[in-house]
């Protein structure tokens, strides 16, 4: 099965038997025997059965999904912005027609676990993956391509400081948790995205999600979101194993008291900390656990912006000696810098710290 309910937490919690991209199969516009075939095991697997039709507003583009997987399409839902939410935020109209169309099809036995995307006909299509990690960066290149000179859709974040547009462009290399966490300690910052973005020529940033798709581990560097993440959407998140919750009980117990403290809404007072500590211990027991989390729910409706002008791009790398130094980073039009992660000792704030002073 490609998915199956794991234990209970928040609203829901999906396990996935996958939890990395599929690889890319060949190109199906130079091959329209293999192109029909996709699309028609794609259709098959969600005609006829319980499957899902919904469609997202990205860039102001409508893009549809089709799936037969409740978690994959559930979690779309959470991640993109509908059509009413769009209108009512921007004032602006969307087109009927999708600009894209993404078949996410599991449990098709007729094909293997990979990924395609038709340029020339605006579609994807993944096939027995239900990691929605994988759905959602697919499409996100997919769109990337076809926007063309229109601009550039990157695996990036931004965040603004006192009107002052920061960029930042992930490696495939992990960094986490992400530099943005320590940013929004700033005052005066707001947040605009933190996973894709899209950038105009001229250096303006987009964003282009409504809720972040993040690694539950980051309340283990900024327990003071646990109150804010616990009560969401999961995936792939463990059951502790046996004596794990005993031995690290100090641990939670720190977790637990640091949640409870910046818990203005007091979501946690209901939860008895016995129960908060286990299942702030499964957030962080595994590096694959993801949660949806709505942006405004993490960071306030006022500290959200939809776009920002790059005033620095900085381009995070894995090694390096150098903490930080001056680079272009391509293709934004602003000062570039790298910053050498495994350089910056302490807690993931320094990182942050140095980014903002620079």
């Known amino acids: ?20 991209r599929v690889s890319p ?3 199906p516009d130079a091959d329209p025997a293999l192109y029909q075939r996709l699309r028609t095991h794609a259709t098959r697997a969600i005609e006829g059965r319980e499957s899902f039709i919904h469609d997202a507003v990205i860039l102001g583009k ?7 997987s409740h978690h994959l399409a559930d979690f779309w839902r959470e991640n993109f912005w509908s059509e009413q939410e769009w209108r009512a935020a921007t004032g602006q109209p969307v087109s009927r027609e999708p600009a894209l169309v993404v078949y996410a099809a599991i449990n098709v036995a007729s094909e293997p676990e990979a990924s395609y995307v038709s340029v020339a ?3 994807v299509f993944l096939f027995n993956t239900s990691y929605y990690g994988d759905l959602r960066a697919t499409a996100m290149e997919a769109l990337g391509r076809l926007i063309g000179k229109a601009g550039f859709v990157l695996h990036a974040a931004a965040v603004e400081i006192h009107g002052r547009g920061l960029a930042l462009v992930y490696p495939k290399e992990v960094i986490h948790p992400t530099p943005t966490w320590g ?5 005066g910052s707001s947040f605009v995205a933190d996973g894709w973005v899209a950038l105009e020529p001229s250096g303006r940033l ?5 809720s972040l798709y993040v690694r539950t581990s980051v309340v283990s560097s900024y327990p003071e979101y646990a109150a804010r993440i616990l009560f969401s959407k999961f995936e792939n998140v463990p059951d502790l194993p046996a004596g794990q919750a005993e031995a690290r009980a100090e641990q939670a117990e720190a977790l637990d008291l640091a949640a409870r403290r910046s818990d203005s809404r007091q979501a946690l007072r209901g939860l008895p900390p016995e129960r908060s500590r286990l299942q702030l211990l499964r957030l962080i027991a595994s590096s694959d656990s993801r949660a949806m989390v709505p942006a405004e729910t993490l960071f306030g409706r006022k500290r959200i912006l939809r776009m920002t002008t ?5 381009a995070l790398r894995a090694g390096g000696d150098e903490p930080v130094h001056p680079a272009a980073v391509e293709p934004f039009p602003c000062p570039g810098y790298e910053v050498a992660v495994g350089s910056v000792p302490g807690h993931p704030r320094e990182l942050a710290k140095l980014i903002a002073a620079t």
């Open 121 to 123: 006909r605006q579609e």
């Open 62 to 68: 409508r893009v549809r999904l089709f799936s037969n």
């Open 183 to 187: 940013l929004m300690e700033v005052q």
């Open 310 to 314: 790059a005033a620095a791009a900085f």
């Open 206 to 210: 987009h964003a282009l999600e409504k």
């Open 1 to 20: 099965m490609s998915e199956t309910p794991g234990t209970l937490l928040g609203l829901s919690n999906v396990v996935t038997r996958l939890r990395a």
């Open 25 to 27: 199969g060949p190109d």
